[in-house]
């Protein structure tokens, strides 16, 4: 009887697992975390406002782990209050991504981390001042020597540690993967219509895979023009050709929820909005208002468990540390 | 054997309690939390941006959980880049001060929490727009209505819940309270040289009690002047007595290795020069450097264990919130 049931369970899973496989999203899988010091580490960067000139950004000012590891503005606070270009994308999932920045231009998490300290307008730091920050703190250089192996610390460590505590950034669990799991009863009908929808609409030409997003980049604006004030280039910034002008890494749609507002320029609040300006641009299609409820409907199930984890104690500073600069 | 055993030790404890019970300075006990959701509200709050007119500071902004209750700046950083007028002093133990802020204008913390976000320098919001943010963000509604039983958001309810919260954000487990407890091995020869120069020189006329402060407001320069830039009047602003003048809240020495830097103005990073400075205008005494060696030797036992807790996961906003204005 018991042996029964396995069988009839296991077939279930099989069906649902080749069910999975003809579809074109995926679900998340909670982290397996290899390295804890590493992962410990990584997070304290992450949440250390000393890795910026004034002493007053960290990672987690932009990319806020409490709001969907984004900041919620349509372009992020920098140094000295600097409106930033773009809009902060999420760190939720982005180790899924093909590559970092909206335009690509860092190839991995690792080579991201080191992006923003040095950038004048966001955390306006130096990467040689973050390892004289570093290397004067006693807790970070028990640390690095405890995770690295020696005391020397090298900002390729650095950008290494913060990089592999934002790979343990995974949403799984959201109602949406529950139901491509085999839980007919994890997300409504009307969610369930907006994702056929999605599909047979051709959204997932482009929102595809675990992060439904992420592993490509697209002309924003394939059919109509999309209506800026935005003055970045996009994809072609990194290429240097013409034709790459406005393209972007496709967003993940993971969480989209809790990552408004929308689009590179932050310029839409409302997710139906978002979704009606997609159709058009991209599809040339015009959705009608039940149709957009239904997508919505879908996108909302894509909310999965957020990171938690202890808010990190950071280690004190010493007489030696270079001081912050606001 | 047993019984004996519990006597001795029954004996042991009395004695170090009437030890401690003539000492001027007593041991912090773990908070006990007698309504969880609220803590869990307040906690949500402190962390939110959102009660900022910039969505982007919130009150561990400047009061940073990681980074012992403080920003570990000269004066904070408020809205629009603006620089304070004053030290951002830690929010840890600050329930045993007698009253809040530098100058003790607000009696209580739940008093103080409507400040900062209402200060134009500050959060640079106002309540009524905290008010309207949380009431259309219904993950909020939910909650308030579950601790305060009904949907209608108050601003007293929003500064009950930072404040309690706050009530929970003390530093048992001191290596100098352990020491007070009986532990002799807890602290070193030379801290225990520290605290009994630290009571004889007459520290502990004004930083005594669990929080070695926070009792009292007492004049900065009692015998010589505080030579500072700063414009700050102290407590004369609260009371209007001319008297009162340089007159302030006397900080805790909780932790103090971790809230550097030091005095209203920040002005001084280094603990020991704080405690040669302190020497020379409050009590008119030269410290040799070995005696200041013992005091600071002292006053790193006074850093406890900090409060550790999952980083709060913060709902979104809807249409009707309103949009935050960088």
Known sequence: MRMKLALVAASTLCASMSVMAAEPVQPIYAATIEDRDKVELGKMLFFDPRLSQSGFISCNSCHNLSMGGSDNLPTSIGHDWQLGPINSPTVLNSKFNIAQFWDGRAATLQEQAGGPIANPGEMAFTHQLALSTLETIPGYVKMFEKVYGDEVITIDEVTDAI??????LV??????????????NAISMQAKAGYELFKTVGCTA????QALGGSSFQKMGLVK????????AGRSAVTGNEIDRFSFKVPTLRNIELTYPYFHDGAVWDLGEAVNIMGEIQLGRTFKPEETDQIVAFLTTLTGQQPTFDLPILPPSSAKTPKPQP
Do not use: I, K, Q
């Open 163 to 168: 990089a592999v505590f934002e790979e343990t």
């Open 171 to 184: 949403t799984p669990g959201a109602p949406f993967d529950r139901s491509l799991m085999g839980d007919e």
């Open 206 to 209: 482009c929102h595809n895979g």
């Open 225 to 232: 023009p999309y209506e800026t004030d935005s003055e970045v």
